[in-house]
């Protein structure tokens, strides 16, 4: 299942790896880089400040500019996008372990998240949330 499964994203891979590198070695080095690890630059120390707002708001104006740039400036800004989602993933998981790890809950206990409050939600699969913790 593997190979056919790698065979049958490899359209994906490709652009997931052309945003790795616009990040690590292209425009997000150039300007952002500081030799730390991706989760220690200024994007994820502020989305783990302020919440991924600011990467959402970033997604949306990449997205409203790519629409009337041409060709490759649309395709680095939909890359760029790419890594800003990135960034949110991460500030959520980050978020979401640190709270469960507080509160005691296994990440698969949490059926919501509010990166707005901090609150945390568990439940069946009937929607029957209880909150159960905050964060900082």
């Known amino acids: 299942m593997g190979a056919e499964r790698d065979s049958q994203y490899k359209s994906l891979m490709r652009v997931l790896d052309q ?3 616009r990040a690590s070695i292209g ?3 150039e300007r952002h880089a500081t030799n730390e690890p991706f989760e220690h630059q200024q994007l994820c120390r502020d989305l783990k ?3 991924i707002s600011p990467a959402l708001y970033q997604i949306r104006k990449k997205a409203l500019e790519a629409s009337r740039l041409p ?3 649309t395709r680095n800004e939909l890359l760029d996008i790419i890594v ?4 949110a993933i991460i500030a959520c998981d980050r978020h979401i372990s640190q709270t469960a790890e507080r509160a ?3 990440d698969e206990n949490i059926a919501l998240f509010n990166l707005d409050t901090g609150e945390v939600h568990t439940g069946g ?3 029957d949330e209880t909150p159960k913790g905050e964060l900082p």
């Open 104 to 106: 005691s809950l296994k």
């Open 19 to 21: 945003a790795f590198s």
């Open 84 to 87: 800003y989602a990135a960034a």
């Open 27 to 29: 425009k997000g080095k």
């Open 125 to 127: 699969a009937h929607g």
């Open 71 to 73: 060709y490759q400036q």
């Open 49 to 51: 400040a302020l919440g």
